[in-house]
């Protein structure tokens, strides 16, 4: 590397540190408190058809609890009347109205943060004195949570040890084996009890949840089942229900379906306590609904609130966008690009690994972020099969080579519609969140790969689909990675050392990787007549 | 372990890659504005028969859609010929076709029943779209007599024309291979789509070691035979031309490709800007040493 290679590495390293410390310095944020944190945007949309009569629909509502924020919310729903309810703790959205005619929809969205928690139980955990008058419906049995059954107390009799009854840990530990393992996890439609749950040996969320109430209603403890949402990004319609038991003077979590032992992750979403339905509403409405997740980053609101009411947040970047209504999410995107640039910069200067044209994995993994990963490689791999097929079918009409392009252009459009319409009809909705997909760059693919397969055989442009479809999943990984967002949404600064890396590799004289196995003969064989 | 780090150890101090290459050759001595003179073969046959180089005959040249009608006349009188890309890359595009009769051409190097006129036309409106030009929107495309290969290196290859490719630094040969098609290659001398590569001793035109996709060979891979040592033909008078087509143009890094032909003797086919580095492979030797010490081998 030569002298001024060097000092301008040197240059674009020292200023990136000093506008960083200037910053943290002179205007003194705690960077800790201001940092933006993971928010999931979440969207419910609901529509029924009304048929001249009265319509009502009450759904729960995501509420605040010492782990669970919730902000931004609205309510949609032009024509029909709104209100809130409040009861036991649970927060009902109720829409009624009399005589509905035609098709609704009523929309809900909000802004929630949601933490894990997680409790150590102690081993040993002494019955407590009589519980509060609150918590004597907790220990009541109920239609679905038949804890006075006979199988249900024979069950508790055989789990737990005379000797062990006494100590609380001891019985949820037993009750959690048993609902967690010892009964199968399966899918199962509908409302499944406690007592079937016990009978059939299968269960889904609901089941395994009620069984485990009921046995801990057995035990004398006090528990509940909670109703609520696993987060996550992209469309989904089920819901999820857990259990809550009160030990040592508060209410534990446990998730027997997916195995969270006083514990509760931080994806899970609560909306209500109680052995409730998500939905209640009129009959015979066509009632029909999904929901949709996303993650964000957004600044705390406590943050945003002292950043406006001082002028040094002039100098924090996203604070000041989202003064001008740049969402921070849309910041991101752009921010992260140069390090999609970063890896395909890697990937073919020091790894060596072919892709399909230069920058084309960095935009790739730009628009992965609607699709998801795993649906957006599989879209990416389907593509190319689809449009090397369509190609293949036209060499006999002999086209012209832009109108060919337009031709392989139009039926990406149209095989994606396809797997939209597709998606749409099997439920699986994921698949519809594909507006964004670059169907121009995909088409230009698509002609390089049949021309790849011409000339030099299946088999090279399967490699170099490969090689595109691996750097793409490390651009996606790096450019999703929550932690290197937070930091250059902050100090977008950071890029300059971007820039640094990209002069580095620039200047690197080293043989790429790819190189020791395309002249392996020459390092295995010493083989070197003129040496 | 201790072995194998020695090894990559050597191959990093020996071995030229395409990191080095750039950086070292060809961007300081291949200045991109010089470029288009080898990129596009019309124009570097141009400038090399200028200069009184041997180079093959241009029967016609497209450069749009119009030009496809004076075309007919061509196919019609010639038994033989080639298409070409002016600006194509990596062999991409080249065609080798023959009369069958009828109005049909066989491609020489595919089986099937051969081309129709307008398969053969389609073929040069995809030349002339771009297709096989990666960089470019537009392209011309040309119709070159056949060359027939010599003896010597004719006996090595079922099918296809050998070249002989010499990689010259600042119009010094320093490295040198003949590469031979096979039934994989599709007749094309291309290492990458499975030509060999055979590496030339520089004094005295002797090939040494073989390779074919980056594996040092033995036998044929189409016959199985023993592959024999052979003297190129011509060996002075092609390291004469190729310092002569050097000091045409403004580049001191560049590969030049010449074709032996049976009653022509050497002809030059194409140059270019960007040579690639197996010729190291099948000479079994690296780059680094001959190109950084100043010393030349001829």
């Known amino acids: 590397m030569r002298g001024r290679d060097k000092l301008l590495i040197i240059i674009l390293v020292g200023v990136c540190f000093a506008l960083v410390f200037y910053r943290i310095h002179m205007f003194g944020f705690s960077a800790a408190g201001l940092l933006p944190q993971r928010h999931y945007e979440l969207l419910l949309n609901m529509t029924f058809d009304g048929h001249d009569e009265k319509v009502r629909l009450r759904v729960a509502l995501p509420f605040e609890t010492d782990r669970q924020k919730v902000r931004n919310e609205f309510f949609g729903a032009p024509e029909i009347p709104f209100r809130l309810k409040h009861q036991a703790g649970n927060r009902w959205g109720v829409w009624e109205r009399d005589e509905v005619r035609g098709r609704h929809s009523v929309v809900y969205s909000s802004m929630v943060r949601t933490e894990a928690r997680r409790f150590k139980l102690p081993e040993v955990l002494p019955r407590p004195g009589p519980y509060a008058t609150e918590l004597q419906a907790a220990l009541l049995s109920a239609k679905h949570i038949q804890s006075e059954s006979k199988d249900i107390r024979n069950l508790y009799a055989s789990l737990v040890l005379p000797e062990q009854r006494d100590n609380l840990a001891a019985i949820v530990r037993a009750v959690y084996q048993h609902t967690q393992q010892t009964v199968k996890s399966v899918k199962l439609k509908g409302t499944t009890d406690a007592l079937t749950c016990l009978r059939l040996g299968e269960a889904s969320c609901g089941g395994k949840s009620r069984l485990f109430v009921a046995l801990c209603r057995t035990a004398g403890i006090p528990s509940r089942l909670v109703g609520g949402l696993i987060m996550k990004n992209g469309t989904w319609r089920s819901s999820h229900i857990w259990a809550e038991a009160w030990l040592a003077g508060r209410w534990i979590p446990f998730c027997p379906l997916n195995g969270y032992f006083a514990e509760i992750p931080a994806h899970y979403l609560t909306l209500y306590y109680g052995d409730h339905s998500l939905f209640t509403h009129t009959r015979d409405i066509n009632f029909r609904y999904f929901f949709h997740g996303k993650t964000v980053l957004a600044p705390p609101a406590e943050a945003l609130r002292d950043i406006r009411s001082q002028p040094a947040g002039l100098l924090n970047l996203w604070s000041a966008f989202e003064q001008v209504r740049i969402p921070l999410n849309l910041l991101k995107i752009i921010l992260m690009i140069p390090f999609g640039a970063l890896i395909v910069v890697l990937a073919r200067n020091v790894a060596g690994i072919p892709t399909f044209g230069t920058f084309m994995p960095a935009l790739l993994a730009v628009a992965f972020r609607d699709t998801g990963l795993l649906w957006g ?147 295995f064989s010493g083989r070197n007549p003129h040496a | 372990m201790l072995e194998f780090f020695r090894r990559a150890r050597r191959l990093q101090q020996e071995i030229l890659g395409i990191n080095v290459r750039n950086r070292d050759f060809v961007y300081p001595l291949n200045h991109r504005r010089y470029f288009p003179s080898v990129n596009d073969k019309l124009l570097a046959k141009q400038i090399l028969s200028e200069q009184g180089l041997p180079v093959p005959r241009t029967l016609w040249v ?199 032909d049976q009653q022509q003797g050497p002809l030059i086919l194409e140059l270019n800007a960007r040579p690639g580095l197996s010729i190291q492979l099948a000479n079994q030797q690296g780059l680094v040493a001959k190109l950084y010490s100043g010393r030349q081998a001829a």
């Open chain 1, 377 to 523: 490689l599989i879209l990416f791999a389907s593509i190319l099969i689809f449009g090397g097929g369509v190609r293949f079918a036209l060499e006999r009409f002999q086209l012209l080579h832009t109108p060919r392009l337009a031709v392989i252009l139009t039926s990406t459009v149209l095989f994606m519609m396809g797997v939209t319409a597709l998606g749409v009809a099997t439920g699986q909705i994921l698949a519809t969140r594909v507006s964004l997909f670059p169907i121009v760059i995909l088409t230009l693919t698509v002609e390089r790969a049949a021309i790849i397969t011409e000339e030099e055989g299946l088999r090279q442009a399967g490699l170099v689909a490969l090689g595109t479809m691996l750097v793409v999943t490390v651009a996606y990984a790096l450019m999703s990675w929550e932690i290197l967002q937070v930091i250059v949404v902050t100090f977008p600064e950071t890029l300059l050392l971007v820039v640094a890396v990209f002069f580095v590799v620039g200047r690197w004289a080293g043989i790429r990787w790819s190189e020791y196995l395309r002249f392996r003969e020459f390092f």
């Open chain 2, 62 to 260: 497209g450069q749009n859609h119009a030009d496809l009608d004076s075309l007919d006349a061509v196919l019609d009188n010639t038994p033989e010929f080639v298409i070409k890309p002016a600006q194509g890359s990596g062999g991409r595009g080249i065609r080798i076709m023959e009369q069958a009769g009828e109005g049909r051409f066989l491609d020489s190097h595919a089986s099937g029943p051969g081309l129709s006129r307008e398969d053969v036309q389609a073929h040069i409106a995809d030349i002339l779209a771009g297709v096989y030009s990666l960089e470019k929107l537009t392209d011309r495309a040309y119709l070159e007599e056949r060359l027939r290969p010599d003896r010597v290196l004719g006996q090595l290859t079922p099918s296809g024309l050998p070249d002989i490719r010499v990689l010259m630094h600042r119009g010094w040969p320093v490295m040198a291979m003949a590469r031979i098609p096979t039934r994989s290659s599709g007749g094309r001398a291309n290492l990458h789509q499975g030509a060999i590569g055979l590496g030339i001793e520089m004094r005295t035109g002797q090939t040494t070691h073989a390779i074919v996709k980056n594996k040092v060979l033995k036998t044929h891979p189409d016959t199985g035979q023993a592959l024999p040592r052979v003297t190129i033909p011509y060996w002075e008078r092609i390291l004469d031309y190729s310092r002569q087509a050097a000091h045409c143009f403004n580049l001191g890094y560049l590969g030049i490709d010449v074709a032996i």
